[in-house]
């Protein structure tokens, strides 16, 4: 009794002595703790009120229609394949793999959503014929397809401050087996504690001991968010107690669905080079190249098990150590109930299945990309379009941009030493949807500079030809293609004083000839003396209706091409033909889909009237001679005359630039030559800009042209532009204007007629 009166007057004296310091500790702990608590709920507040993230948007190609008569090849179905990032597997039953065998594809399309829509998985087989997809079906059914999209390959990933790349999904749109794997292998008191969870620290702790190797973590998901959200690495005790001061406030605030959605588009699991991959579903992308809904359990117990360290198991890097960990996650699958035995085994059989092809896509078409920035600027300013999370869908056809930079690889390979100094650009489209196919601003495809497909502005040379002819033969009471043009010499006054003599290339002048001959041969004197006869205003007024934004030279030389424009502006120009008198404006973007999947835009194009349709078909014909028997004849002795293609050559001023422009009966390519010091090439159109364009459609699976023939008559005509019988000497057959070709007739001497019956003609 007196030990027990002695401790308690021990105690007692303690406390008087000990209690003030005790009582303005606590005091102090409260002041400080209170209204730093109150500073940390605001900030969680503010942060989780109103919880998002800057998503980058993703910019796609347009996706593949397969259809039985699509123009295909192998090579262009293998580069979309390759674009998309599909892997070559022998089954072809995983999302985004394919398998060929000679003609015959077997390929398994991934889940996408569109424009109008989400596409299902879908495994399709095809066969290759003579240029042609020659059958399509359902490779599980047979049964026959009339059309199947591919999803669109991934060509950028527009990011803001933040190099993430992230796909917000929500609780709904993720596998449940992943949710509760999740939980069971990072936090299993998830459902139950109030932000911290002691027990589950020393369970972890005494798990990994028994084991050897981290097999469970210690902090629950709502510390890990923390980590995440607000704090740094380190591991100082202010950091820790700001941690769990955090977590808790969190728990009181939100309820755990809002936190574990929070989490699963958080944490992070990778990183290639500068960007970061937050969030299951862009590691899905990142990894598997596959929808996280499609991931089966040990893509899921990968996935989960890379929490613990994204670099440590990195699948890629360390295989070996990737899969030793997805199996301990698949045995916690199994300990847990998640997965019964069979499940269990079936899973720890399968390979690490990332697919080689699934990496974060590098922004390899700087030159397209840039015109879809320009094209899309106006309705999204660029802080939209780097933290939006929109997906832009564009018009590039992955095929045709890699089959355009081989081609420009080839054909400046074949010039030799003069090659190696020029410079080259390319513009492709649709030739009847003015849809860009692919832009390429310089050899160096990679390279982010000058693009010189949109801002080079070089003098176009008789790349302007075929509209001062538009011009004259929009008036076929006047003009048609047998009108005799005088190609003798020009003098001309110059504004500023001096003469302008102007020549034809090969330094002659050839007297009278026919209009159409001018256009094939591209003579010089012919065509500046059809524009001065038309007016030089007219033809200028008309180049100016496709406010290209460009100065029109308004002086005579504008009629040999004495004009500044880029590659794209041409291809404007010339889609107009294309077209078949139809001014149809080039588009890069087809539309934008908000990060939900929901269309924001839609980039419609309106077609315009066809005033000079009739005159077009003409030019249009014309310019088909160009590429049998005049300036670009090449074509046809190359072995593409099949494709009926139409076509001019350009040259500007002491061969600084060389240029061609053509269309065949689907797709229109304007290809440019040059120096960027502006010296002369050495090249004519016919040797540097056509080279190009034959080897691009050397490579492409095309249609031939076929000109209608509404509004149109046919007639035989002499030498002298009159109308003759088809058997007379020189008798050529020339297209007209409906009810315009020549009344004035020339007939051949009787004895043509004889020899011509005589010989059974």
């Given at each position: 009794?007196?030990?027990?009166?002695?401790?308690?007057?021990?105690?007692?004296?303690?406390?008087?002595?000990?209690?003030?310091?005790?009582?303005?500790?606590?005091?102090?702990?409260?002041?400080?703790?209170?209204?730093?608590?109150?500073?940390?709920?605001?900030?969680?507040?503010?942060?989780?009120?109103?919880?998002?993230?800057?998503?980058?948007?993703?910019?796609?190609?347009?996706?593949?229609?397969?259809?039985?008569?699509?123009?295909?090849?192998?090579?262009?179905?293998?580069a979309e394949l390759a674009a998309a990032r599909y892997d070559e597997d022998a089954q072809a039953q995983a999302p985004g793999t394919f398998h060929r065998d000679g003609a015959r594809w077997t390929i398994k399309r991934r889940t996408f959503i569109y424009l109008d829509g989400r596409e299902r998985e879908k495994r399709i087989a095809l066969t290759l014929a003579n240029g042609r997809v020659a059958d399509l079906v359902d490779a599980?059914?047979?049964?026959?397809?009339?059309?199947?999209?591919?999803?669109?390959?991934?060509?950028?990933?527009?990011?803001?401050?933040?190099?993430?790349?992230?796909?917000?999904?929500?609780?709904?749109?993720?596998?449940?087996?992943?949710?509760?794997?999740?939980?069971?292998?990072?936090?299993?008191?998830?459902?139950?504690?109030?932000?911290?969870?002691?027990?589950?620290?020393?369970?972890?702790?005494?798990?990994?001991?028994?084991?050897?190797?981290?097999?469970?973590?210690?902090?629950?998901?709502?510390?890990?968010?923390?980590?995440?959200?607000?704090?740094?690495?380190?591991?100082?005790?202010?950091?820790?107690?700001?941690?769990?001061?955090?977590?808790?406030?969190?728990?009181?605030?939100?309820?755990?669905?809002?936190?574990?959605?929070?989490?699963?588009?958080?944490?992070?699991?990778?990183?290639?080079?500068?960007?970061?991959?937050?969030?299951?579903?862009?590691?899905?992308?990142?990894?598997?190249?596959?929808?996280?809904?499609?991931?089966?359990?040990?893509?899921?117990?990968?996935?989960?098990?890379?929490?613990?360290?994204?670099?440590?198991?990195?699948?890629?890097?360390?295989?070996?150590?990737?899969?030793?960990?997805?199996?301990?996650?698949?045995?916690?699958?199994?300990?847990?109930?998640?997965?019964?035995d069979a499940a269990y085994a079936a899973a720890s059989r399968q390979p690490i299945g990332t697919a080689a092809n699934a990496t974060l896509p590098r922004d390899r078409y700087p030159a397209f990309l840039e015109l879809v920035r320009r094209q899309i600027r106006e309705g999204f300013p660029d802080a939209e379009l780097n933290s939006a999370g929109l997906s832009i869908h564009t018009t590039l056809a992955p095929s045709v941009q890699?089959?355009?930079?081989?081609?420009?690889?080839?054909?400046?390979?074949?010039?030799?030493?003069?090659?190696?100094?020029?410079?080259?650009?390319?513009?492709?489209?649709?030739?009847?949807?003015?849809?860009?196919?692919?832009?390429?601003?310089?050899?160096?495809?990679?390279?982010?500079?000058?693009?010189?497909?949109?801002?080079?502005?070089?003098?176009?040379?008789?790349?302007?030809?075929?509209?001062?002819?538009?011009?004259?033969?929009?008036?076929?009471?006047?003009?048609?293609?047998?009108?005799?043009?005088?190609?003798?010499?020009?003098?001309?006054?110059?504004?500023?004083?001096?003469?302008?003599?102007?020549?034809?290339?090969?330094?002659?002048?050839?007297?009278?000839?026919?209009?159409?001959?001018?256009?094939?041969?591209?003579?010089?004197?012919?065509?500046?003396?059809?524009?001065?006869?038309?007016?030089?205003?007219?033809?200028?007024?008309?180049?100016?209706?496709?406010?290209?934004?460009?100065?029109?030279?308004?002086?005579?030389?504008?009629?040999?091409?004495?004009?500044?424009?880029?590659?794209?502006?041409?291809?404007?120009?010339?889609?107009?033909?294309?077209?078949?008198?139809?001014?149809?404006?080039?588009?890069?973007?087809?539309?934008?889909?908000?990060?939900?999947?929901?269309?924001?835009?839609?980039?419609?194009?309106?077609?315009?009237?066809?005033?000079?349709?009739?005159?077009?078909?003409?030019?249009?014909?014309?310019?088909?001679?160009?590429?049998?028997?005049?300036?670009?004849?090449?074509?046809?002795?190359?072995?593409?005359?099949?494709?009926?293609?139409a076509g001019k050559t350009g040259t500007s001023d002491t061969q600084r630039d060389s240029w061609f422009a053509g269309f065949t009966g689907d797709t229109l390519a304007v290809a440019w030559v040059g120096r960027d010091d502006n010296k002369p090439t050495g090249l004519f159109g016919s040797t540097g800009g056509l080279r190009i364009w034959i080897e691009l459609m050397k490579r492409l699976p095309g249609a031939p042209l076929v000109?209608?023939?509404?509004?149109?008559?046919?007639?035989?005509?002499?030498?002298?532009?009159?109308?003759?019988?088809?058997?007379?000497?020189?008798?050529?057959?020339?297209?007209?204007?409906?009810?315009?070709?020549?009344?004035?007739?020339?007939?051949?001497?009787?004895?043509?007629?004889?020899?011509?019956?005589?010989?059974?003609?």
């Open positions: 009794m007196s030990f027990l009166s002695s401790s308690l007057n021990f105690l007692y004296a303690a406390w008087r002595i000990a209690r003030i310091p005790f009582l303005v500790g606590v005091g102090l702990a409260i002041g400080f703790l209170v209204p730093y608590a109150w500073y940390l709920d605001s900030e969680v507040r503010s942060r989780f009120d109103d919880l998002s993230w800057d998503l980058p948007s993703r910019v796609y190609a347009r996706p593949l229609t397969l259809a039985p008569g699509v123009p295909m090849n192998a090579d262009m179905l293998g599980d059914s047979g049964a026959a397809l009339e059309r199947v999209r591919l999803d669109p390959a991934r060509i950028a990933t527009l990011y803001g401050a933040q190099q993430e790349d992230r796909r917000y999904v929500t609780l709904g749109e993720i596998p449940p087996l992943l949710l509760s794997g999740l939980q069971a292998v990072e936090d299993r008191d998830f459902k139950h504690h109030h932000g911290i969870n002691v027990g589950a620290i020393v369970r972890a702790a005494w798990a990994n001991l028994v084991a050897g190797h981290v097999v469970q973590g210690g902090s629950t998901l709502t510390q890990q968010l923390v980590k995440n959200l607000f704090l740094d690495r380190g591991q100082r005790f202010s950091r820790k107690f700001n941690e769990a001061l955090l977590s808790l406030i969190i728990e009181a605030r939100y309820d755990k669905k809002r936190i574990l959605e929070a989490y699963v588009n958080e944490v992070f699991l990778g990183q290639q080079g500068a960007q970061a991959v937050h969030g299951f579903a862009a590691a899905s992308e990142f990894y598997f190249g596959r929808d996280l809904r499609s991931l089966g359990a040990a893509d899921i117990a990968l996935l989960v098990g890379m929490v613990q360290g994204p670099s440590l198991y990195d699948p890629r890097r360390n295989p070996e150590r990737a899969l030793g960990r997805r199996n301990v996650v698949l045995g916690v699958f199994r300990d847990t109930g998640l997965l019964d890699a089959l355009g930079e081989a081609a420009i690889d080839k054909a400046l390979a074949g010039l030799g030493k003069r090659g190696d100094a020029v410079e080259a650009a390319l513009v492709v489209t649709g030739a009847r949807d003015g849809e860009v196919q692919a832009v390429i601003g310089s050899r160096d495809v990679d390279a982010p500079g000058f693009n010189r497909a949109l801002d080079a502005l070089r003098p176009i040379g008789s790349l302007v030809k075929p509209f001062v002819n538009l011009v004259a033969l929009a008036q076929p009471q006047r003009y048609s293609l047998a009108t005799l043009l005088d190609d003798g010499p020009i003098d001309l006054p110059q504004p500023g004083g001096g003469r302008w003599r102007p020549e034809n290339d090969d330094h002659q002048s050839h007297g009278e000839v026919l209009l159409v001959d001018a256009l094939m041969q591209s003579w010089n004197l012919a065509t500046i003396n059809l524009g001065q006869r038309i007016g030089v205003d007219r033809v200028r007024g008309f180049l100016e209706s496709f406010r290209l934004g460009r100065a029109i030279n308004p002086n005579p030389s504008m009629l040999l091409g004495a004009i500044d424009l880029s590659p794209f502006d041409v291809a404007r120009l010339y889609q107009y033909l294309a077209a078949d008198g139809h001014a149809l404006p080039l588009r890069a973007v087809r539309g934008v889909l908000d990060a939900k999947g929901r269309p924001l835009s839609r980039y419609e194009v309106k077609v315009g009237g066809g005033d000079y349709t009739t005159a077009s078909r003409l030019v249009t014909w014309a310019m088909q001679q160009v590429a049998i028997g005049g300036t670009a004849h090449a074509i046809t002795d190359s072995g593409l005359g099949w494709l009926h293609a000109v209608p023939q509404d509004g149109i008559e046919r007639a035989y005509v002499a030498p002298s532009g009159k109308r003759t019988d088809a058997v007379c000497a020189g008798a050529r057959e020339l297209p007209f204007a409906l009810g315009y070709a020549p009344t004035e007739e020339e007939h051949c001497p009787m004895d043509q007629l004889r020899n011509f019956f005589g010989s059974g003609g």
